[in-house]
């Protein structure tokens, strides 16, 4: 920010689409620098922001207490400067800039995309799959606890409604086939969730179910063996799907 000339004190909005670590972890933290900033969030994220207890509790008991020393602890956002939204806001930046915020549920409740007016750009959050950079397959966002295939499946379409000139994914990068996006995403969380779902049929645990699935996006991106990363977001997202039939026999 600094090299762009723009002073911490000069943020008005910080938008975590979600209250997961990896994107809202810092939130706490960048306010401490940005005097000046709200948080905008989903309405039901804002109790996660403001007190972090439970969100440290479900992510140590899904990832281990290591998650911890990887994140850091998220530091609480003070309830007065953190504004939930519902279903569409709309929020005029200044500057003719503006954005809409809409909800994105399916991967998580309390998600929400952001689109910018202008450019047609949208924020995408983890409403579609992960893509790794050099790595050509594309990897269901579908984690635990509360993972929900139709809510995700139809926030695609909802997404698909607001005719995004490209993608800013955060899982990784702009993306201008945004079609494509869209499509193989809801394609790979249904037959995600009938694979899983067939081999938990059959008994098989988390290990091999993720195993499995590693194999089939080895196979999708034509490489012999996936690096860890890609390995860590395949097995957290058979663990989602797991969780979710579960929860939904
Ligand atoms: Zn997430």
């Not at 972890?25 to 403001?50: C, D, K, Q, W």
């Not at 200044?94 to 994105?104: E, N, R, Y």
């Not at 779902?197 to 008994?203: A, T, Y």
């Amino acid at each position: 920010m600094a090299e762009v000339g723009v002073m911490p004190s000069d943020v008005r909005y910080v938008i975590p689409t979600h209250v997961h670590l990896d994107h809202a972890g810092a939130a706490g933290r960048l306010l401490r620098e940005m005097p000046n900033a709200e948080v905008i969030a989903h309405e039901r994220g804002v109790p996660h922001l403001v007190d972090p207890a439970k969100l440290i509790e479900s992510s140590t008991r899904v990832f281990g207490e290591s998650i911890m020393a990887l994140y850091g602890r998220p530091d609480p956002v003070p309830a007065e400067r953190v504004r939930g939204v519902g279903e569409e806001e709309h929020l005029d930046l200044g500057a003719g800039l503006s954005v809409t915020i809409i909800h994105a549920p399916g991967h998580a409740p309390h998600q929400v995309s952001v689109l910018v007016d202008g450019s047609r750009s949208l924020l995408t959050a983890d409403a579609v799959g992960i893509v790794y950079p050099g790595l050509s397959a594309l990897i269901p966002t579908t984690p635990p606890p509360s993972f929900n295939p139709s809510q995700l499946v139809a926030t695609i379409g909802a997404l698909r409604q607001m005719s995004p000139g490209e993608l800013l994914v955060p899982h990784f990068g702009a993306r201008s086939d945004v079609d494509w996006v869209f499509d193989r995403t809801a394609e790979l969380v249904e037959s995600w969730v009938d694979q899983v779902s067939r081999m938990r049929k059959l008994k098989m645990g988390l290990d091999q179910a993720a195993e499995s699935m590693e194999k089939a996006v080895a196979s999708d991106a034509g490489v012999g063996d996936l690096p860890i990363y890609a390995k860590v977001s395949v097995r957290t997202s058979v663990m989602g799907i797991m969780h979710y039939l579960d929860k939904n026999p």
